[in-house]
């Protein structure tokens, strides 16, 4: 089992940034893939980023790239995701996940609870 707490959400204004943090305690963090997804009021859960479980590699949705950035530090078993130029469009709740496979996906064994980003405009 992996066990996974987000933490970081908060309510920010357009334009402004906020850091997400992923806690990971359990099975070896440092051998799974991770990954970030949000879901808003009515929408279908979407991906956002993905990083391996070395760092190496990442991957993001359209919507954020070059806006967000994924990372992760093994040695504290804790993932991030760094918004910036936040836009309205990216409220939601924001759900780090963990997985064998890269890139992590809906259907990804291991899920945090989510926490909320609200951005007013």
């Known amino acids: 089992q992996v066990q996974l707490v987000e933490s970081g959400g908060g309510l920010v204004q357009a334009g402004g940034s906020l850091r997400l943090s992923c806690a990971a305690s359990?099975?070896?963090?440092?051998?799974?893939?991770m990954g970030w997804f949000r879901q808003a009021p009515g929408k279908e859960r979407e991906f956002v980023a993905a990083i391996t479980w070395n760092g190496v590699n990442t991957y993001y949705a359209d919507s954020v790239k070059g806006r967000f950035t994924i990372s992760r530090d093994n040695a504290k078993n804790t993932g991030y995701l760094q918004m910036n130029s936040l836009k309205p469009e990216d409220t939601a709740v924001y759900y780090c996940n963990a997985d064998l496979v890269f890139p992590t996906t809906v259907r990804s064994r291991y899920w945090g609870q989510g926490t909320q980003v609200t951005v007013s405009s």
């Open positions: 359990g099975r070896t963090f440092s051998r799974y893939a």
